[in-house]
């Protein structure tokens, strides 16, 4: 997946300027910023959801502009922000999806995924009555129904209990490490983004301010976690002088 020089203007606003970056295959990348730093904008770009004002998109080598039918069946997105259908099962909600991806051998992919996600005792209640861990793991199920070779994860392990996130990532990871997948991950949880991430683009204002590995942060910022790295950035603490004496001088590439 790859993005050149991405930019998007809603009237005045530039919502996103001049964002460039690649998500190799086998790789997790974050794309991170506080609210209204333009990823969404960004993501949904990237989606083929949004038409860029300028620059391009290429997933699996198409033009997600020009030819984002081709890209599409091997695409998909979880997230809990996004309603699946209230008064549909868990088993018709993936039935549904895998038509609509054309997934071959429907039922047996959805009874893999029903198994490997501990779905069953849910397969026959309305989505409606889950509770909000519960609708996540559904949307996760919905997300890998056609075996994606792309996947977009926006606060995938939210409203879990710690066990059942970790034992998420943890399935997030092997799933990777068996298909290569390219992931591209929106989170407000920093410990996840240290453990899962290979890659972190930090977004202000529109724009990928600084980026690095998560080790290549906590070094450059002198922090001991990302989320410090995080608030430093969100805050523009360098351009303000607060950055730690110990933090190098241009620390934040602009």
């Known amino acids: 997946m790859r993005a050149d020089q991405l930019t998007k203007t809603f009237g005045a606003v530039q919502a996103v300027q001049g964002v460039s970056f690649d998500v190799p295959r086998g790789r997790t990348t974050a794309l991170l910023g506080a609210n209204g730093a333009g990823k969404t904008t960004t993501i949904a770009m990237l989606l083929g959801l949004l038409?860029?004002?300028?620059?391009t998109v290429e997933v699996l080598g198409h033009d997600m502009v020009r030819a984002r039918h081709r890209a599409m069946p091997l695409v998909?997105?979880?997230?809990?922000?996004?309603?699946?259908?209230?008064?549909?099962?868990?088993?018709?909600?993936?039935?549904?999806?895998?038509?609509?991806?054309?997934?071959?051998?429907?039922?047996?992919?959805?009874?893999?995924?029903?198994?490997?996600?501990?779905?069953?005792?849910?397969?026959?209640?309305?989505?409606?009555?889950?509770?909000?861990?519960?609708?996540?793991?559904?949307?996760?199920?919905?997300?890998?129904?056609?075996?994606?070779?792309?996947?977009?994860?926006?606060?995938?392990?939210?409203?879990?209990?710690?066990?059942?996130?970790?034992?998420?990532?943890?399935?997030?990871?092997?799933?990777?490490?068996?298909?290569?997948?390219?992931?591209?991950?929106?989170?407000?949880?920093?410990?996840e983004v240290e453990r899962m991430c290979h890659d972190v683009k930090m977004m202000r204002g529109g724009r990928?301010?600084?980026?690095?590995?998560?080790?290549?942060?906590?070094?450059?910022?002198?922090?001991?976690?990302?989320?410090e790295v995080f608030l430093d950035i969100a805050r523009d603490r360098q351009s303000a002088g607060e950055l730690p004496h110990h933090a190098p001088e241009g620390a934040l590439a602009k």
């Open 51 to 55: 038409l860029p004002t300028s620059g």
């Open 208 to 227: 990928i301010v600084d980026q690095g590995t998560p080790r290549q942060l906590l070094s450059r910022y002198g922090r001991g976690n990302l989320e």
């Open 76 to 191: 998909n997105f979880s997230s809990p922000y996004v309603d699946l259908p209230r008064r549909l099962n868990v088993q018709q909600t993936l039935s549904f999806f895998a038509r609509l991806y054309g997934v071959p051998r429907p039922r047996r992919r959805i009874d893999d995924l029903v198994q490997e996600l501990d779905l069953g005792e849910l397969r026959r209640r309305r989505l409606g009555s889950l509770s909000a861990g519960q609708k996540t793991r559904v949307t996760l199920a919905k997300a890998l129904i056609n075996a994606p070779q792309v996947l977009f994860l926006d606060e995938p392990t939210a409203s879990l209990d710690p066990d059942t996130g970790d034992w998420m990532r943890s399935y997030l990871e092997t799933y990777q490490r068996d298909s290569g997948c390219a992931i591209l991950l929106a989170s407000h949880n920093m410990a």
